[in-house]
Nanobody, 126 residues
């Protein structure tokens, strides 16, 4: 099994930036698509961004141009740089690893991922 641990969340004013990290341990392999999702109180978990093991990326329209996903396969770590944050970005952010080994698809559905971190809280004040 793989364990995913997120870090880097916190409280920031609107317009500010945060960088989230997701460190993988255990049965790690770089040949998986990794994703970031978020869940606000009372709402369903929603897709934010995904990155294939080859480095291709995909973003939700709501974060495109503001967030950047990246990965360091040597460090088994995925990052989410979040700029120009808005109050509506407030949520618990989770990283996840896709089920399919070796694939390069950029999955946006929750069911395509089978390993999840506990999440890190991001709060953006207005």
């Amino acid at each position: 099994q793989v364990q995913l641990v997120e870090s880097g969340g916190g409280l920031v004013q609107a317009g500010g930036s945060l960088r989230l990290s997701c460190a993988a341990s255990g049965r790690t392999s770089s040949r998986y698509t990794m994703g970031w999702f978020r869940q606000a109180p009372g709402k369903e978990r929603e897709f934010v961004s995904a990155i294939s093991w080859t480095g291709n990326t995909h973003y939700a329209d709501s974060v495109k141009g503001r967030f950047t996903i990246s990965r360091d396969n040597d460090k088994n770590t995925v990052y989410l740089q979040m700029n120009s944050l808005k109050p509506e970005d407030t949520a618990v952010y989770h990283c996840a690893r896709a089920q399919a080994y070796g694939g390069t698809a950029l999955y946006t559905g929750v069911r395509s991922y089978d390993s999840w971190g506990q999440g890190t809280q991001v709060t953006v004040s207005s």
